[in-house]
């Protein structure tokens, strides 16, 4: 790859281990539940947790409450899931050395993220970003038509950052929405696979994967000036 003047990342399982934001909003309605129905938070959790890794989170809430003979209404519990203080997140260890030395170098970063946009900006402040990365576009601020793989977002991202497609990398982990755009535009991709994430396992045809897939981050810093 050529020598990049800027790295645009994506946020969930690429700069922070997203089930560690999973936990935090289960711990959050498992206290609530709690609360209101005078049981254990603990308990409640556990379940939460056992439940997820079985079957995904899709039924999570509704499948425990019916277990555990909980009551309360399914949309307030993804209300305050979706709208708790996450106190737990950090970066990846390899994340937060790769900003650091890209902020040393003098590299523009960027960053974009789907999702629902108070979510999002959660996340984004609980990970001090802000202080870190100079352009970061909640692609659902923009509207939900502008989610990957619309081409807003990331034309948004390299008109902020002063920089051609080809000057930049795009670097995320599901293959299902984040290179294909990058890569009609021009920008370089890199995949990050980690041991733990919800797009890990997939691979989709050429097209859709990333030019290069690291295993950390700092696997990058060889691409920088």
Known sequence: ????????????????????????????????????????????????????????????????????????????????????????????????????????????????TDGDKRVQWRKIKALRLEERIPCIIVSDDLGRECWKPSRVPYEKALTCLGLAPAECAYVGDNPHKDFCTARALGMHTIRVVRPVGDHMSTRLTPEMEAERIVYSLEEIMEDIV
Not at 52 to 70: A, I, M
Not at 88 to 111: M, N, P, T, V, W
């Open 1 to 112: 790859m050529v020598k990049i003047r800027g790295i645009i990342f994506d946020l969930d399982d690429t700069l922070y281990c997203e089930h560690d934001y999973v936990r935090s909003g289960f711990c959050a309605v498992a206290q609530a539940l709690a609360e209101a129905n005078g049981q254990d938070a603990t308990s409640i959790y556990d379940a939460f947790v056992q439940e997820w890794q079985e079957n995904g989170r899709g039924k999570v809430f509704d499948t425990v409450c019916e277990r555990l003979h909980l009551f309360a209404e399914v949309a307030d519990l993804v209300r305050i899931y979706r709208m708790h203080e996450p106190i737990s997140l950090s970066l990846y260890e390899d994340a937060d050395r790769l900003l650091s030395y890209l902020q040393k170098h003098s590299i523009a970063r960027g960053l974009i």
